[in-house]
């Protein structure tokens, strides 16, 4: 009787055990299924975490730079065509105008290539001005070149921009676009080299360039010349 009532006493601690772990069990894998719920609800914060994490760079890609950023400066030296070097000319055309008047600007013009004969296009870029006392007409423009044809192949990139290099370049007297828009023959245009002896040693502060801004729609302004630059005969008096 006496090993009966160990034996049930045993089995009866048994069950007690085994409950208690099954509770253990249950509670544990309610608190599990809890917590995949809860993740469950917030979708966002997961993929936002997992998004965080893939963007973090890995150690090898911490000093990449993107080729984009490594464009080399642009050709022209100090008068490569920035925001820098066309400011600057720019106040100097300002003072040396302020001093001078329109006596010492000069109108720039750049031959279209794709015209000829009595019906030759010549589109207006900018003026340039120039100290007359040290500086002459040809070498200030020829100064200052590669700004006038870097600015005319940009403001008129369908008639010029695939002639970069190879732009013919003419000037007229200061401030004389209504004479020339008159066909007035008294104004002609003059080519000018791009390259003169001496101008890549004329101080850019004795020289100055205000570039044409395109505001008529991209219409620009252009005459109709001669290949000689002057007003073809079938003009005159229009």
């Known amino acids: 009787m006496r090993q009966i009532l160990l034996s049930c006493t045993a089995l009866a601690a048994a069950v007690e055990s085994f409950s208690s772990a099954s509770t253990s069990i249950t509670y544990r894998s309610s608190i599990q299924i809890t917590k995949g719920q809860r ?17 973090m760079p890995d150690e090898d890609e911490k000093d990449y730079i993107s080729p984009m950023r490594q464009r080399p400066p642009p050709k022209g030296g100090d008068v490569a065509y920035t925001n820098q070097n066309i400011l600057r000319q720019l106040r100097h055309y300002n003072d ?7 006596d010492c600007v000069q109108d720039i013009y750049a031959r279209d290539p794709n015209t000829s004969g009595d019906n030759t296009r010549f589109w207006f870029v900018g003026k ?24 005319a192949t940009r403001i008129r990139p369908v008639e010029l921009g695939r002639s970069f290099g190879q732009l013919e370049f003419w000037f007229a007297p200061g401030d004389s676009e209504s004479l020339t828009s ?6 002609r245009l003059q080519k000018v080299m791009k390259t003169v002896e001496g101008s890549d040693k004329v101080p ?26 002057v007003v073809p005969p079938h003009m005159i008096g229009m």
């Open 39 to 55: 993740r469950s609800h917030h979708p966002s914060k997961t993929n936002k975490r997992s998004v965080a994490l893939h963007l």
């Open 96 to 102: 040396i105008r302020k001093v001078g008047g329109k």
């Open 204 to 229: 850019l502060l004795e020289v100055g360039l205000d570039l044409s801004i395109v505001t008529n729609r991209g219409a620009g302004f252009y005459i109709i010349r001669t290949e000689d630059g």
């Open 128 to 151: 340039v001005a120039r100290c007359t006392g040290t500086v002459s007409a040809e070498a200030a423009i020829a100064r200052q070149m590669n700004l006038l044809e870097e600015h």
């Open 182 to 187: 008159q066909n007035d023959i008294g104004t």
